[in-house]
């Protein structure tokens, strides 16, 4: 103590001007001052507070966006691996391997199909162009092979579809219910793509349908499934000049896209039967008039329709649906 004391008297000493200067300062001090002060204190406390909030904000933002953009990628990848894994099984059947299958010398590269081997399928009258002659035609004949050839392995396969000018060239699939394969491929694994589907309630023989309708779903990345069929609503160049090919066993059916729109999935335009010809007829003039882009097509009880249905993306219970009228048939 006697030490500290003596420290202390000697400090004081030593510097009596910081001393008196200390004392009178806070003799001097008024309120107003030492509030001034706080005041400054408190508003660098809040600028703090918040630099820290708008660099933390700014962080988890990069990093919500680095994890979106890495979903993405790896969806994508995933989507881009699995098309190549159902390209290179189907390549397997176009380029002639199904005949390690057994099947009938008609897949035979080289080989026509004479219409006597292709059923009794009623022909349409009117605006359809049909070509049913013996010359072999290649393209038939590779999906077909490839359509058979499947069959074997999946009796489910329906057919197929090919949009011109899209990256849409799936096997069509079809069971007894339309939830089947939502979510499975074509051997019944499990996807998140699903198939391109047939309603259930539609024949495999497509003249006895007037209303042939398949589903799939509309995928974030734009080269998967239905999903390139949104093109056709936002393009009216495009629109006017599509055509779409869903082949069978029994030929290529080509249809003209005629309308598209989106709709409630409570809405009806996914009808397959009619109560009579006029009912049908009304039925596709409704769909023609709901579309973005007008059409003027000759509608006759004898028309078949092509009807494809994807969903919006932006709300579940909204659809896409896209019509088409068919206006060829070759063999």
Same mark, same amino acid.
């Given at each position: 103590m006697k030490k500290s004391k003596e420290r202390d008297g000697t400090l004081g000493a030593a510097y009596p001007d910081v001393r008196n200067k200390l004392t009178e300062s806070l003799s001097s001090a008024r309120p107003a001052d030492i509030s001034h002060r706080n005041e400054v204190t408190r508003k660098r406390l809040i600028r703090t507070a918040l630099s820290g909030a708008i660099r933390y904000t700014a962080m988890l933002a990069c990093f919500l966006v680095f994890l979106g953009a890495a979903g993405y990628i790896a969806s994508y990848a995933m989507q881009y691996v699995e098309k190549r894994e159902q390209d290179a099984y189907f390549s397997k059947y176009e380029n002639g391997q199904i005949r390690s299958l057994g099947a009938d010398p008609a897949l035979k590269a080289g080989t026509a199909v004479g219409n006597s081997e292709l059923g009794n399928s009623s022909l349409p009258v009117g605006?359809?162009? /049909?070509? &049913?002659?013996?010359?072999?035609n290649e393209y038939f004949e590779k999906k077909r092979a490839m359509i058979l050839g499947m069959q074997r392995n999946y009796p489910d396969v329906w057919g197929w579809i090919d949009v011109p000018g899209t990256s849409i060239n799936y096997i069509i699939m079809q069971s007894n219910d339309n939830s089947e394969y939502l979510y499975k491929n074509y051997d019944k694994t499990e996807t998140r793509y699903g198939s391109i589907f047939a309603d259930y309630r539609n024949s495999?023989?497509?003249?006895?349908?007037?209303?042939?309708?398949?589903?799939?779903?509309?995928?974030?990345t734009a080269s998967i499934m239905f999903a390139p069929l949104l093109d056709f609503a936002i393009d009216e160049e495009a629109f006017r000049n599509q055509t779409i090919n869903v082949i069978t066993p029994d030929g290529v059916y080509t249809y003209e896209l005629f309308s598209v729109?989106?709709?409630?999935?409570?809405?009806?335009? /996914?009808? &397959?039967?009619?109560?009579?010809?006029?009912?049908?007829?009304?039925?596709?003039?409704?769909?023609?008039?709901?579309?973005?882009?007008k059409k003027d097509i000759e509608i006759t009880a004898d028309s078949r329709i092509l009807t494809l249905s994807t969903c919006t993306v932006r709300h579940d219970g909204m659809r896409w649906a896209f019509h088409g009228i068919l206006i060829g048939i070759s063999r």
């Open positions: 605006s359809v162009e /049909i070509n &049913t002659g013996t010359e072999y495999r023989n497509i003249m006895e349908n007037r209303n042939t309708i398949l589903y799939g779903h509309n995928m974030n729109y989106d709709t409630k999935s409570t809405y009806n335009y /996914i009808q &397959t039967s009619f109560g009579s010809d006029a009912d049908f007829i009304n039925f596709v003039e409704r769909c023609k008039n709901k579309s973005i882009f």
